[in-house]
T-cell receptor, first 113, second 111 residues
Framework: GAGVSQSPSNKVTEKGKDVELRCDPI?????LYWYRQSLGQGLEFLIY????????KSGLPSDRFSAERTGGSVSTLTIQRTQQEDSAVYLC???????????FGDGTRLSIL | GQQVMQIPQYQHVQEGEDFTTYCNSS?????IQWYKQRPGGHPVFLIQ?????EVKKQKRLTFQFGEAKKNSSLHITATQTTDVGTYFC???????????FGKGTKLSVIP
């Protein structure tokens, strides 16, 4: 079946612009996660959605970052007023429920000029 | 917050040699998951360990969860070039759904 889909696969933008990254999870998966991975580094947790519950936003690095999940399915991660340190690969993952194995998308490679 | 330490950071082995990566925490681990990320790829789930002392095998890969649930390990027997990649451990901690990842061990296999 279809896996986790992320778009765009690459995004190059100028410092100060806003960007939106999209994640389409596996159908039926109630849990959705966003991570950030800098070059050669580990995965940094950003935000977690579980069904209709309030999201766990504890990993968002600043108030320039926000995310929403509409209808319990597609999620959008928005970064406002981008900075060069925001350059990274943004990975989305979904799982049937929280604490279960996560299935990752291919990520969006974000480059801030 | 919870911290998961992973060692070594890098490992270079000759093809056919064994490889082990270790995952440690000062707090009790509750739900260890191991992932593999090939160069240029995304993390792929390998295994989940939840019981103290648990040992699971997948062909040449052996996963262990320590008796005290403070550490876990992944051992690969007779490495092959297809084993190249970064291996991550991750734990969600008791009562949490947030996975905390170790920094990973990058494995290079010399043919």
């Amino acid at each position: 079946g279809a896996g986790v889909s992320q778009s765009p696969s690459n995004k190059v933008t100028e410092k100060g612009k806003d960007v939106e990254l999209r994640c389409d999870p596996i159908s039926g998966h109630t849990a959705l996660y966003w991570y950030r991975q800098s070059l050669g580094q580990g995965l940094e947790f950003l935000i977690y959605f579980q069904g209709n519950s309030a999201p766990d936003k504890s990993g968002l690095p600043s108030d320039r970052f926000s995310a929403e999940r509409t209808g319990g399915s597609v999620s959008t991660l928005t970064i406002q007023r981008t900075q060069q340190e925001d350059s990274a690969v943004y990975l989305c993952a979904s799982s049937k429920q929280g604490r279960q194995p996560q299935h990752f998308g291919d990520g969006t490679r974000l480059s801030i000029l | 917050g919870q911290q998961v330490m992973q060692i070594p950071q890098y490992q270079h082995v000759q093809e056919g040699e064994d490889f082990t990566t270790y995952c440690n925490s000062s707090t009790t681990l509750s739900n260890i998951q191991w992932y593999k990320q090939r160069p240029g790829g995304h993390p792929v789930f390998l295994i989940q360990l939840v019981k103290s002392g648990e040992v699971k095998k997948q062909k040449r890969l052996t996963f262990q969860f320590g008796e005290a649930k403070k550490n876990s390990s992944l051992h690969i027997t007779a490495t092959q070039t297809t084993d190249v990649g970064t291996y991550f451990c991750a734990d969600s901690g008791a009562g949490s759904y947030q996975l905390t990842f170790g920094k990973g061990t990058k494995l290079s296999v010399i043919p």
